[in-house]
T-cell receptor, first 114, second 115 residues
Framework: GENVEQHPSTLSVQEGDSAVIKCTYS??????FPWYKQELGKGPQLIID?????GEKKDQRIAVTLNKTAKHFSLHITETQPEDSAVYFC?????????????FGTGTQLKVEL | DTAVSQTPKYLVTQMGNDKSIKCEQN?????MYWYKQDSKKFLKIMFS???????INETVPNRFSPKSPDKAHLNLHINSLELGDSAVYFC??????????????FGEGSWLTVV
């Protein structure tokens, strides 16, 4: 089955700096890679995703890159703000066939300090 | 309107009891899930249903039994609760198919504490 590793487990940055979270996956058949943000006491919320036919995707301050050859993908947050503080999860999904199985990374606790 | 709603949000119960968590989605999705998040924040899939049919069962103990009366509902019943069952349980849903997005939408979670 799929195995997703995520680093770092905790990340502290100053407001306005950039934050980068990296993930690797094991199953070369995986073709969909979402990133979720989980605030305290809430469920994970999708913030950005990327498919295997795309190398990079950007949405305002958030960008994701994918290297299929190396089987790794990264989340980049620029100009961080205090409200970006949360736990971020990467995930990888296979090609479906009934029941989209999403395998999550272990999460990164991001803290944006004033 | 909440897309994926689950109840109760908090549940404290004694070992050995039987409890249920209910989930409903109003997104018109075909697929629903239950995920478990442990104390270390690790999210792991438990079950997946597609149009009321069980698709994924990730070696969850038989004490956990999902029930899907229709494709908008997926309830989780837990029998003979154990201390190790304490966790946050997330219901989620998605629409099948690559071109539909595969995006999985999560509920707000149900905090289960077994004492």
């Amino acid at each position: 089955g799929e195995n997703v590793e995520q680093h770092p487990s905790t990340l502290s940055v100053q407001e306005g700096d950039s934050a980068v979270i990296k993930c690797t996956y094991s199953d070369s058949a995986s073709n969909y890679f979402p990133w979720y943000k989980q605030e305290l006491g809430k469920g994970p919320q999708l913030i950005i995703d990327i498919r295997s036919n795309v190398g990079e995707k950007k949405d305002q301050r958030i960008a994701v890159t994918l290297n299929k050859t190396a089987k790794h993908f990264s989340l980049h947050i620029t100009e961080t703000q205090p409200e970006d503080s949360a736990v971020y999860f990467c995930a990888a999904m296979g090609s479906g066939g009934g029941g989209n199985k999403l395998t999550f990374g272990t999460g990164t606790q991001l803290k944006v300090e004033l | 309107d909440t897309a994926v709603s689950q109840t109760p949000k908090y549940l404290v119960t004694q070992m050995g009891n039987d409890k249920s968590i209910k989930c409903e989605q109003n997104l018109g999705h075909d697929t629903m899930y239950w995920y478990k998040q442990d104390s270390k924040k690790f999210l792991k899939i438990m079950f997946s249903y597609n149009n009321k049919e069980l698709i994924i069962n990730e070696t969850v103990p038989n004490r956990f039994s999902p029930k899907s009366p229709d494709k908008a509902h997926l309830n989780l019943h837990i029998n003979s609760l154990e201390l190790g069952d304490s966790a946050v349980y997330f219901c989620a849903s998605s629409q099948e198919g690559f071109f539909s997005g595969n995006t999985i939408y999560f509920g707000e979670g149900s905090w289960l504490t077994v004492v």
